[in-house]
T-cell receptor, first 110, second 116 residues
Framework: LAKTTQPISMDSYEGQEVNITCSHN???????ITWYQQFPSQGPRFIIQ???TKVTNEVASLFIPADRKSSTLSLPRVSLSDTAVYYC???????????FGTGTRLKVLA | EPEVTQTPSHQVTQMGQEVILRCVPI?????FYWYRQILGQKVEFLVS????????KSEIFDDQFSVERPDGSNFTLKIRSTKLEDSAMYFC??????????????FGSGTQLSVL
């Protein structure tokens, strides 16, 4: 299984760009990288997914280097409502067992 | 956007009792999952289910747990004899395919299980 490692917590201020990096050294060739956001007492919610290079959607960007051993979620101009836990998840095509890591607790300050 | 729905939102039970947590996955999805989250801790994988059988399960998913898809829409998690340490938020999820096929997990809003 491709284990993921992320910083436990980060603080930022409103309006700043936040970058959260996830390490996944043993990612498999067919695995996609997916990021989820979780607010207290809610289920994780999909943010963005990518395989390589850069992916951008209306809420975030995902940067994946050529070796795919890490990925960086970029949140532009965060607001207080972006305070949440962010998880990266690596799909394991060999099983149907998707393991969440400890996640990164982002706190956005006014 | 389509949703995974879970019922009930809260369940209180006595230790030793059986509970059934219910989920309605997104209608055209094929893969179903249960996760749990103890307060303040990370989301833990319990079990995945495909083609009417368990695909994978974690060490948490022991003989006290079972899953079933009794009809074409519901997906249930049963805990036969609840323990205090089963108290957690239980999340159901579904996907159209595996995460190697550019799919994503859709999660329900969870059932908060409290075992007294």
């Amino acid at each position: 299984l491709a284990k993921t490692t992320q910083p436990i917590s980060m603080d930022s201020y409103e309006g700043q760009e936040v970058n959260i990096t996830c390490s996944h050294n043993n990612i498999a060739t067919n695995d996609y990288i997916t990021w989820y956001q979780q607010f207290p007492s809610q289920g994780p919610r999909f943010i963005i997914q990518g395989y390589k290079t850069k992916v951008t959607n209306e809420v975030a960007s995902l940067f994946i280097p050529a070796d795919r051993k890490s990925s960086t979620l970029s949140l532009p101009r965060v607001s207080l409502s972006d305070t949440a836990v962010y998880y990266c998840l690596v799909g394991d095509g060999r099983t149907y067992k998707y393991i969440f890591g400890t996640g990164t607790r982002l706190k956005v300050l006014a | 956007e389509p949703e995974v729905t879970q019922t009930p939102s809260h369940q209180v039970t006595q230790m030793g009792q059986e509970v059934i947590l219910r989920c309605v996955p997104i209608s055209n999805h094929l893969y179903f999952y249960w996760y749990r989250q103890i307060l303040g801790q990370k989301v833990e994988f319990l079990v995945s289910f495909y083609n009417n059988e368990i695909s994978e399960k974690s060490e948490i998913f022991d003989d006290q747990f079972s899953v079933e898809r009794p009809d074409g829409s519901n997906f249930t998690l049963k805990i036969r004899s609840t323990k205090l340490e089963d108290s957690a938020m239980y999340f159901c999820a579904s996907s159209g395919g595996t995460l190697t096929s550019n799919e994503k997990l859709f999660f329900g809003s969870g059932t908060q299980l409290s075992v007294l």
